[in-house]
């Protein structure tokens, strides 16, 4: 019994401090320099110019400006994130996530609410 609590709190300890790291080296960029960052945990802010549903469980925000010319993306996935996707063109939005580059675009990963922030 005491050795199965000890791993249980060795566990849940070291979640914690990886969460920590993570959170430690996320960073807000500035677009102009975002591909020497790709592959890194970054923080993107800008305006919403579209909201594309393609399915229940993938969302495609384009930032900045409007299709094909946006700055970046933001792929909302899976439905944990709930936003108001009628209105959320025009808002200003930051996100936080692993940055990619999908077929020459840069984009964010977006599953869980804690990663996206929409200004008032």
Known sequence: MKKSLLIILLVVGLGFTSKAQQTAMKQTI??????SHLGKIVTLCD???????????LT????????????FTIAVKGNK????????????LCVTGVLELYKDTLQIVASEPTQVTVSK
């Open 30 to 35: 500035d677009l102009a320099d975002s591909k």
């Open 60 to 71: 495609l925000l384009n930032m900045g400006a409007a299709f094909p010319n946006q700055k």
């Open 47 to 57: 305006i919403v110019y579209g909201v594309k549903i393609v399915s229940d469980t």
């Open 81 to 92: 994130l709930q936003l108001d996707w009628v209105n959320l063109k025009k808002k200003h």
